[in-house]
């Protein structure tokens, strides 16, 4: 196990893997190449919108039993003009993208939705030049995102959920996983909060040994009590989703190491269903961003079944957010061509 640990306390406004050694490497089961979804719904989040790119969507439920769904978008990614957009799902359809949040003559990136323990609706996102010399920034909601608070840029060091969902433990602290792309280097951490918003300890660093530029973007699960597991995104170096191990709560944790499902340097999300499966959501290929697939395991992440490609043809089908709604049925949102975001519902019942 590993736990370089420092804590960090502020207040708020707002109250290549070669010759590998190390930990055994997972299997899939049930290898195969299935056919797309037979019944699933799919719809885009919206047809046309006042931007030519978009990309990494994110997805949270309602308190009515609705959908928010947040992505960043503008001319390019990386530019000036790109903001943060939000669309609503209500029994109407998805209303038309506003902006949400908006950094003045920089870029804004990777948002996330997610709630602390007292319901509190949360919005993460970056801001910056690249990935390197990004700033993160929180914005909060009281009215199921309506209006949203002014923006709080966090301290430097600190960035939030990278990309996915944190996750809820049941003592009320928030496990966010995040990650550091630096010139020369990537590595994973986790950012722990038993306040949201007043103070954070930060964890790690996570990473496979003796690869420098490894992995970024932990999708992180609760297996019960105070066990947690991460899959996370790796480059061409490992060409695997990894996954490491925490026994306390995200406090410490161990090497990360490959499974047996590939990775081609794009961003993946992971769901643990009510009744104790695992869904992954990511791209089945070595090279690209298509096909975009799902993966199941009945065995907290040991062994998977990739059951369904949700996208095949050649293009970019990328960056995906998984959730498990309060009516059990499973949603997913993705970039589809860098043009539009899709949305995604399946059952419990279509998944092995």
């Known amino acids: 196990m590993i736990g370089f640990r420092y804590g960090l306390s502020y207040g708020s406004p707002w109250g290549c893997l070669r010759g590998w050694t190390l930990l055994a490497v997972l299997t899939i089961t049930g290898f195969s190449f299935p056919s797309?979804?037979?019944?699933?719904?799919?719809?885009?989040?919206?047809?046309?919108?006042?931007?030519?790119?978009?990309?990494?969507?994110?997805?949270?439920?309602?308190?009515?039993?609705?959908?928010?769904?947040?992505?960043?978008?503008?001319?390019?990614?990386?530019?000036?003009?790109?903001?943060?957009?939000?669309?609503?799902?209500?029994?109407?359809?998805?209303?038309?993208?506003?902006v949400v949040a908006r950094e003045d003559g920089v870029a804004t990136f990777n948002p996330v939705l997610f709630r602390s323990a007292n319901r509190v609706l949360w919005l993460s996102y970056k801001f910056g030049p690249s990935p390197t010399s990004w700033?993160?920034?929180?914005?909060?909601?009281?009215?199921?995102?309506?209006?949203?608070?002014?923006?709080?840029?966090?301290?430097?060091?600190?960035y939030g959920p990278i990309k996915n969902k944190p996750v809820l433990l049941p003592d009320g602290t928030l496990v966010a996983g995040t990650s550091v792309e630096s010139h020369k280097a990537w590595a994973c951490w986790v950012e722990r909060t038993v306040d949201p918003g007043r103070s954070w300890t930060r964890h790690g660093p996570i990473v496979v040994p003796r690869v420098a530029k490894g992995i970024i973007q932990p999708a992180i699960v609760h297996l019960g009590g105070?066990?947690?597991?991460?899959?996370?995104?790796?480059?061409?170096?490992?060409?695997?989703?990894?996954?490491?191990?925490?026994?306390?709560?995200?406090?410490?944790?161990?090497?990360?190491?490959?499974?047996?499902?590939?990775?081609?340097?794009?961003?993946?999300?992971?769901?643990?269903?009510?009744?104790?499966?695992?869904?992954?959501?990511?791209?089945?290929?070595?090279?690209?961003?298509?096909?975009?697939?799902?993966?199941?395991?009945?065995?907290?992440?040991?062994?998977?079944?990739?059951?369904?490609?949700?996208?095949?043809?050649?293009?970019?089908?990328?960056?995906?957010a998984i959730i498990q709604s309060s009516d059990d049925a499973v949603h997913v949102v993705y970039t589809w061509q860098r043009k539009r975001i899709k949305h995604v519902t399946l059952t419990p019942q279509d998944i092995p």
């Open 36 to 98: 797309a979804l037979s019944a699933p719904h799919s719809e885009f989040v919206f047809e046309s919108a006042p931007f030519a790119s978009c990309h990494a969507a994110t997805l949270v439920e309602t308190e009515d039993r609705g959908l928010l769904a947040a992505w960043f978008g503008g001319s390019v990614e990386g530019a000036p003009d790109v903001a943060i957009w939000m669309s609503r799902k209500t029994h109407k359809g998805w209303t038309p993208p506003e």
């Open 226 to 320: 105070g066990r947690l597991r991460m899959f996370v995104r790796s480059t061409a170096a490992i060409g695997r989703v990894c996954y490491a191990d925490s026994s306390d709560g995200g406090l410490t944790w161990t090497d990360a190491a490959p499974l047996s499902l590939p990775n081609p340097n794009s961003g993946i999300d992971a769901v643990k269903l009510r009744d104790g499966r695992l869904v992954l959501v990511y791209n089945h290929a070595t090279t690209g961003r298509s096909p975009l697939n799902l993966a199941v395991s009945r065995d907290d992440g040991t062994t998977w079944e990739r059951f369904a490609d949700l996208e095949t043809e050649p293009g970019e089908y990328s960056y995906p």
């Open 135 to 158: 700033t993160g920034a929180l914005k909060s909601s009281a009215d199921e995102g309506k209006t949203w608070s002014a923006s709080f840029q966090l301290p430097a060091g600190l």
